[in-house]
T-cell receptor, first 113, second 115 residues
Framework: QKEVEQNSGPLSVPEGAIASLNCTYS??????FFWYRQYSGKSPELIMS????GDKEDGRFTAQLNKASQYVSLLIRDSQPSDSATYLC?????????????FGKGTRLHILP | EAEVAQSPRYKITEKSQAVAFWCDPI?????LYWYRQILGQGPELLVQ????????DSQLPKDRFSAERLKGVDSTLKIQPAELGDSAMYLC?????????????FGPGTRLTVL
């Protein structure tokens, strides 16, 4: 059973600080990794994708991937109240036609004004 | 900007009734997914289409759920009869397989409440 694990939170971070969200996955064959942001009552919105080890930066967001440790993280710099949401980690093992994405349960992030 | 369309946005029904959800993926996206998301959980795949063909429906409760994508464009997910436990957000997503990316983009979802 392929699994994606996240701490459910809530994770409370002061405004302006760095929020660090973590995710582990069980399938060593995983090749694609995604972070989605989901506001309450809304659908998930893709904010970052990462495919190779190391860091990938996009604005205030940085995704970090360590395949050896089966670990992926999302850093949000200069956290804003609008960043308060649930962040879903998603992992894909792309082989043949098996291109399903497995989602974690999400981490609730609360930015304190 | 291209988006995945879904309707209705909200649906309230009584148990044992039939409900149907519609999804129109981003133009040109051959792969379409239906997910169910229960409050506090991540989305769980119900069915995946590649064009008009079902690729994976292993998690679809086939005794009451059905899905079709007859012309390989828009899709319908049906529940008959609805049960109390079916209350959830039903999400549609699509992917552009030709781009080489695995990125999936979600529609706004349909919030189903079964009374």
């Amino acid at each position: 059973q392929k699994e994606v694990e996240q701490n459910s939170g809530p994770l409370s971070v002061p405004e302006g600080a760095i929020a660090s969200l973590n995710c582990t996955y069980s399938d060593r064959g995983s090749q694609s990794f995604f972070w989605y942001r989901q506001y309450s009552g809304k659908s998930p919105e893709l904010i970052m994708s990462i495919y190779s080890n190391g860091d990938k930066e996009d604005g205030r967001f940085t995704a970090q991937l360590n395949k050896a440790s089966q670990y992926v993280s999302l850093l949000i710099r200069d956290s804003q109240p609008s960043d308060s949401a649930t962040y879903l980690c998603a992992v894909n093992n792309r082989g043949n036609r098996d291109d399903k994405i497995i989602f974690g349960k999400g981490t609730r992030l609360h930015i304190l004004p | 900007e291209a988006e995945v369309a879904q309707s209705p946005r909200y649906k309230i029904t009584e148990k044992s009734q039939a409900v149907a959800f519609w999804c129109d993926p981003i133009s040109g996206h051959a792969t379409l997914y239906w997910y169910r998301q229960i409050l506090g959980q991540g989305p769980e795949l119900l069915v995946q289409f590649q064009d008009e063909s079902v690729v994976d429906d292993s998690q679809l409760p086939k005794d009451r759920f059905s899905a079709e994508r007859l012309k390989g464009v828009d899709s319908t997910l049906k529940i008959q009869p609805a049960e109390l436990g079916d209350s959830a957000m039903y999400l549609c997503a699509s992917r552009d397989q030709t781009s080489g990316s695995n990125e999936q983009f979600f529609g706004p979802g349909t919030r189903l409440t079964v009374l």
